[in-house]
């Protein structure tokens, strides 16, 4: 008796699939065209299939929209006919996602091995079914035969179409490549399964079509998220952020936009246990992070859950939710999105979502008054190296730039930071001059594009994607303009009631900012004058939908 192993993301099965297995199983292994030799016996016969289900632990991405529960459903089905009309058994492992490593084979055959109890894969007793010729070449590497299936290895092609053509055919054209070819490309059962279960491609459609999602789920192919949390998930930090908004808050159903791991809402849970408390976070590995921490209990007895959608999606019916938090988010909408309309359009449809009595309320970056005036900045050149500012990193180099950012000067990382903020974009360049006044040089730029210099000049380890994104395109009269053009009344902030204002955050001011630069006024002639103060940091709108 031998094992049949099909390693795969298993979103689909095909019809080809079908056909082979049908084939092969309970054929004898001497009479089958096998790439490599089979080192067991040759009169044995597939009796079991074994589906190794990768990044099991991942899913809400377009490399892979379906849960593991999904995926599980679809091979069931797939062969349940095997095991009723061939006797041919079969069974699941999970694989958790890796990033591309030499070692994918070793890991697909021990997980294999700890998790099926008592039938240990080996060369002597195991074929291996796959048409990706990198996979192909890693188990051949470990002494496995291939059962290559689409792929002919001796001439290098494709025979059939293997499985991600297929699904990429899908998710290019959705429903009407299913109606026309689902059921010449899909086996059988996933055919029906997708007909009987239309939620499931549905999702795939869906996220096929996220323009803000990269393959892995992501936003941005450049951030570290271990980084990005640390920031964000700091006790202390997140204690700041909560005491920001929870005086504003309104029991009930909150829900919380661009929630990350679910930091957030665990500090909500504390105060508001009875309330329900729903996550958004368009990210799978936020996402993923968000589902351990409900795993591990840490919101006690009170109800909460999370989505992975992009919040500029409706995603409630108008008329059910109490408040709606967001975090450090709506810069986010502002960068990736189409600046201000898909603000507008963010804040009409929070209105709509909001019952009347509701809340948002938004903490995040803002900009200064009057930022599109010209200051001047002395920027420090004695705290780092200021040479070599072009020096040039391949895309592989992060690390590598992220230490030679943290060794320059203030004004060594500001001429790095002119260069790259924003290059992505045909319609913006930094523009700045310089000016000697009593023997210092200063920077002359616009108080917005300083500004942005200024929050975002330390964040070297995450810098390309801080890079694509802009933090001080509004003030406070601006954010007030906007979310009173969607129909809210703006609290305002009064020593008995939590409302709009903007402050500065002294652990920047002191750590980021009093020892690296200074700003000045400059007079008609673009020259410095007085010393003025920093801008704001941050901005807590608290906007009602009032219940008249």
Not at 499 to 522: C, H, K, M, P
Request: net charge negative; aromatic share 12%; hydrophobic share 35%.
């Amino acid at each position: 008796m031998a094992n049949l192993l099909m390693p795969g993301r298993q979103i689909i099965t095909t019809k080809f699939q079908e056909e082979y297995l049908k084939d092969i199983c309970r054929t004898p292994i001497s009479q089958l065209d096998l790439y490599g030799d089979f080192v067991g016996s040759e009169g044995e016969v597939i009796d079991e299939v074994i589906f190794a289900i990768t990044s099991a632990n991942k899913s809400n991405s377009r490399y892979n929209p379906l849960s593991l529960a999904d995926r599980a459903i679809g091979v069931d089905r797939f062969m349940r006919p095997f095991y009723d009309f061939l006797d041919v058994s079969y069974d699941i492992a999970e694989i958790p996602h890796y990033q591309p490593t030499d070692k994918f084979a070793q890991h697909v055959i021990s997980h294999c091995n700890l998790q099926l109890e008592g039938n240990k894969i080996t060369p002597e007793n195991t074929i291996v079914f796959s048409s990706t010729e990198s996979v192909v070449e890693l188990f051949r590497d470990c002494g496995y035969a291939i059962a290559c299936g689409e792929w002919d290895p001796k001439k290098g092609v494709y025979t059939n179409k293997p499985p991600r053509d297929i699904l990429d055919d899908f998710m290019e054209s959705g429903r009407e490549w299913f109606e026309e070819s689902g059921e010449n490309y899909l086996s059988e059962a996933h055919y029906n399964f997708w007909q009987q279960v239309p939620r499931v491609p549905d999702k795939i459609i869906r996220i096929a079509n996220e323009p803000l999602l990269t393959e892995e789920g992501s936003i941005t192919e450049t951030r570290s998220y271990s980084v990005y949390l640390r920031g964000m998930a700091n006790s202390d930090i997140l204690d700041m952020k909560y005491n920001d908004v929870k005086d504003a808050v309104v029991s009930g159903r909150i829900v919380d936009e661009g929630c990350a791991d679910g930091a957030l809402l665990e500090r909500v849970s504390d105060d508001f246990p009875d309330s329900d408390l729903i996550g958004i976070e368009i990210t799978s590995e936020f996402k993923a992070r968000f589902e351990e921490r409900i795993r591990a209990g840490v919101f006690g007895g009170t109800f909460v859950d999370v989505y992975q959608r992009n919040i500029m999606d409706p995603v409630f019916e108008d008329n059910s939710i109490d408040t709606v938090l967001c975090n450090s988010t709506t810069h986010e909408i502002y960068s990736y999105g189409d600046g201000e309309d898909s603000l507008y359009k963010y804040l009409q449809m929070k209105y709509d979502q909001l019952k009347p009595g509701g809340r948002l309320v938004i903490r995040d970056v803002v900009g200064p008054k009057d930022s599109g005036r010209n200051i001047a900045a002395k920027l420090r050149t004695d705290n780092g190296k200021s040479n070599d500012p072009n020096k040039v990193f391949a895309e592989d180099e992060r690390k590598e730039y992220a230490a030679y950012l943290k060794g320059l000067s203030t004004r060594g990382r500001f001429e790095r930071f002119a260069r790259e903020y924003l290059h992505q974009r045909d319609d913006y360049s930094f523009e700045y001059t310089t000016e000697r006044h009593e023997g210092e040089e200063y920077i002359i730029a616009s108080y917005k594009d300083m500004t942005e210099f200024m929050t975002k000049k330390d964040y070297t380890d995450n810098w390309y994607s801080e890079l694509q994104e802009e933090f001080a395109f509004w003030d406070i009269t601006d954010w007030r303009k906007a979310a009173e053009a969607a129909g809210f009344a703006v609290v305002a902030d009064t020593p008995n009631q939590a409302g709009t204002r903007v402050y500065q955050s002294d652990w920047i001011v002191e750590n980021r900012w009093e020892d690296a630069l200074t700003l000045f006024a400059v007079n008609e002639n673009g020259k410095p004058k007085e010393q003025i103060a920093y801008p704001p940091t941050n901005i807590v709108l608290v906007a009602e939908k009032q219940i008249n």
